[in-house]
């Protein structure tokens, strides 16, 4: 997209950037269709997303394959309008004026094809009602659940 002004920025943040921050960024991205901004990070960045998520969003569709562990910084929360943390509580940096939610949902590191479904739709519910809410004329593709 060329110009962005206007355009939401949300980053979603987890302490490794491995798992609930990626899911939740992919899965925006996806639905979002351009109207949003979707961006990841972590507090204590990891070396890679965690390869059981990876799969599961892949069976699912969509593609993890890109997504690479960043740091979170001061910087890229003054940029957006919004931070969804995700288990990083007070290592989050605050900016003043960006609207803050805080999502407590499972660590899928290390966890069954099961387990990270269940995390993956708990969020899926979560990021489908935050784009509505940010975007209120968009219309929502079918969740990527629908058929799984």
Same mark, same amino acid.
């Given at each position: ?39 990841? /990070?972590? !507090? ?6 965690? *390869?059981? $998520?990876?799969? =599961? ?6 593609? @993890? ?17 919004? /931070?969804? !943390? ?6 989050? *940096?605050? $900016?003043?004026? =960006? ?6 949902? @499972? ?40 058929? @799984?």
């Amino acid at each position: 997209m060329s110009d962005t002004s206007g355009t939401p920025q949300i980053v979603f943040a987890c302490v490794r950037n491995g798992g609930r921050s990626v899911i939740s960024r992919v899965l925006a991205e996806h639905y979002a269709g351009g109207r949003v901004l979707a961006l990841s /990070a972590g !507090t204590q960045p990891g070396d890679h997303v965690h *390869p059981e $998520v990876a799969a =599961v969003l892949e069976k699912l569709g969509l593609d @993890a394959s890109r997504e690479r562990p960043e740091l979170l910084t001061r910087d890229t929360v003054a940029a957006s309008t919004m /931070a969804i !943390t995700l288990g990083c509580g007070e290592e989050c *940096p605050y $900016v003043p004026g =960006v609207t803050y939610v805080d999502w407590p949902v @499972a660590d899928p590191g290390g966890r069954d094809e099961e387990t990270v479904r269940a995390i993956i739709a708990d969020l899926d519910g979560r990021v489908r009602a935050l784009l509505v809410e940010l975007v209120p004329d968009l219309e929502l593709p079918p969740s990527v659940l629908a058929d @799984a």
